[in-house]
């Protein structure tokens, strides 16, 4: 626990994914092997429960090993793909997309892709919705409970099969789970029920009307899609690294509003309840009701979010109006700055390039730049410009708020030796920020204008 996203009390064991596990081998196992094969489903299927079998494995040791070790988060995407690719040799695979307005979307070539990218979500918004006690194997009990209905709907033996051994392995589990929890799933939980549900929700809506197939788990699956989204937003908006956990999610909000860690659980359960039974009425109403309810659930959710703030729209507003800026100011600074590089390399003397360099610092809008060579204890300077000093200097002495600011960056360009460093000093008001992202550039100009005083070649 730590007040922060973990609010349980004491310290409570977190592999509870190994026992889902193995709870989903035992009846598959049993009917495998001490079953009349034909009895069930057709053989010509059992390798569709093997593909889970082995691909849900690989998810759940993925798991169990961050669990224990904490593993870096590239190796745990290296195992995703492998378990989704398992999946998609073992014939499990979106070869079209839903289109509720429409016939479905055929991918061809895209298909392998798509589906990397729907079983990395599953696993993904499962894990990260995995945050209150009873929270993430609650609502994957509903989702794989809808789906049991959709297979029995459709007549798929086989997502009834999987469907039944996956239900009884969460349900058994959530018996402990349920606040206050004695055992949590851990990240071997989430990752091989998220799988299982990926995995599932391409089986049971295999019968299916091809226009509303995949959207049946995408509706069931909703709440925890849209708290991965909204994770992956605000992160996003604020120029955090997506990977990075924060305290934002939607449960976390909901206790922030004076809701207890039971009640905002009952919470979810109901609205997941909700949203399954509207998969399940696309499935009765073979499609008709697809659009109706694709509206009012985006509507409610967006609602919803007003109100909670899971993500703040005026935060993504300022992140796209930034990223939009900078690709002006990219667009208007980087191809001079480019140019006056090249044109450096070709100068035959000092004073045509520092020319070419002055031009680049006015494109970047600097007050002043100077460029120095530290060699053998003394400090060398190559050119020193100043533009427009007396107008910052004069500024600076003001008292008035409004006046620029301006900043210093002063920093090593290369360490061309033990005795030689290049350094570029430079003053602006723009964002600084925009002057590191071009460093690289700079480094270049700088190398170049040392190549041509004679201070060192380039390899």
Not at 324 to 349: F, G, M, S, Y
Not at 352 to 362: I, L, Q
Request: charged share 15%; with cysteine; hydrophobic share 50%.
């Amino acid at each position: 626990p730590d007040a922060y996203r973990k609010f349980h009390a004491g310290v409570i064991p977190r592999c509870g994914g190994v026992a889902i596990y193995i709870s989903f081998l035992v009846p598959v196992f049993i009917f495998l092997f001490f079953i009349k094969k034909e009895s069930l489903l057709a053989t010509s299927h059992h390798y569709q429960v093997w593909v889970i079998v082995i691909g849900g494995g690989i998810a759940m040791l993925m798991g169990l090993a961050d669990d224990i070790w904490n593993i870096r988060v590239r190796w745990k995407i290296l195992f995703q793909v492998i378990a989704a690719t398992v999946a998609y040799s073992g014939n499990l695979r979106i070869d079209n997309l839903s289109n509720p307005f429409g016939s479905a979307i055929e991918l061809g070539f895209f298909s392998y892709p798509a589906t990397l990218l729907w079983f990395f979500v599953c696993m993904n918004a499962i894990n990260i919705f995995d945050g209150l006690d009873g929270l993430a194997a609650g609502v994957s009990l509903f989702v794989t409970f809808t789906l049991l209905g959709v297979s029995l709907t459709f007549g798929n033996d086989t997502g009834v099969f999987i469907s039944a051994c996956l239900s009884g392995a969460i349900l058994g589990f959530l018996v402990y789970n349920f606040s206050p929890a004695s055992i949590f799933m851990g990240d071997s939980g989430s990752m091989f029920i998220g799988f299982g549900i990926a995995a599932l929700g391409l089986v049971s809506s295999y019968k299916a009307e091809t226009a509303t197939a995949l959207l049946i788990p995408i509706i069931a699956l909703f709440l925890p899609f849209f708290d991965l989204i909204s994770a992956a937003l605000r992160r996003w908006s604020k120029f955090l690294p997506l990977t990075m956990p924060d305290g934002k999610h939607l449960h976390h909000v909901m206790i922030s509003k004076g809701l207890s860690t039971r009640r905002t659980v009952v919470y979810l359960y109901i609205v997941c309840i909700v949203l399954c039974g509207a998969a399940l009425i696309i499935v009765f109403s073979r499609g008709s009701a697809t659009a109706t309810i694709v509206f009012i659930i985006a509507g409610v959710f967006i609602v919803g979010n007003h109100f909670l703030k899971v993500v703040d729209i005026n935060e993504i507003r300022r992140r796209i109006t930034h990223d939009r800026l900078r690709h002006q100011w990219n667009k208007e600074h980087l191809a001079p700055l480019i140019k006056a590089t090249d044109q450096v390399k070709a100068c035959e003397n000092l004073e045509d390039a520092w020319r070419y360099c002055v031009v680049a610092f006015k494109n970047l809008e600097l007050s002043s730049a100077s460029i120095n060579v530290f060699e053998n204890a003394e400090w060398n300077s190559l050119r020193e410009w100043e533009y427009n000093e007396s107008y910052i200097s004069e500024n600076q002495k003001s008292s008035d708020s409004s006046t620029p600011w301006t900043w210093t960056l002063e920093c090593p360009i290369e360490l061309t030796n033990e005795t030689r460093l290049i350094v570029m000093k430079l003053k602006g008001k723009n964002d600084s920020s925009e002057i590191r992202s071009i460093m690289p550039l700079l480094n270049d100009l700088a190398a170049g204008m040392s190549e041509k005083n004679g201070f060192y070649k380039h390899a």
